[in-house]
């Protein structure tokens, strides 16, 4: 029997390893997504990055965030601020930061969610007054 994986498929693999707390296996299947024919999009790129960030793994987060935004043009406010999330949970707060300010002057429209990320990197890190 031969399945046919598109893009939906692969997105809903990736968001259930991602609910199940299960960062390894949703990055794997994301793997398997790049090497494919198909073209990654915005949800799946966002499911791996969240599966990532919930993991606690802040550089993957940061990496898929990079390889994202090379590939594909309409990255958006959640994708950000889960980015920004993980840096502050792994004390990145200069990641965090840096990444704040250039996408704040990029097209992207920045939420409340996303400063409040920014924010906690650097209380987080006790670099508080770089958040001011």
Known sequence: RNIQFDIFTFGAAISAFEKGGEWQKALQMFDVLVRSKLKSSTI??????????????WRTT?????LASQSMADSDTITLS???SACRMGC???????????TAY???KLDSITFNSAISAC??????????
Do not use: D, H, P
């Open 44 to 57: 799946t790129c966002s499911a791996a990055i969240s599966a990532c960030e919930k993991g606690g793994e």
């Open 62 to 66: 940061l990496q898929l965030y990079n």
């Open 82 to 84: 889960a980015v920004i």
């Open 92 to 102: 990145a707060w200069n990641k965090a930061m840096q990444l704040f300010r250039v």
């Open 106 to 108: 990029s097209k992207l």
């Open 123 to 132: 209380e987080r890190s006790g670099k508080w007054e770089k958040a001011l």
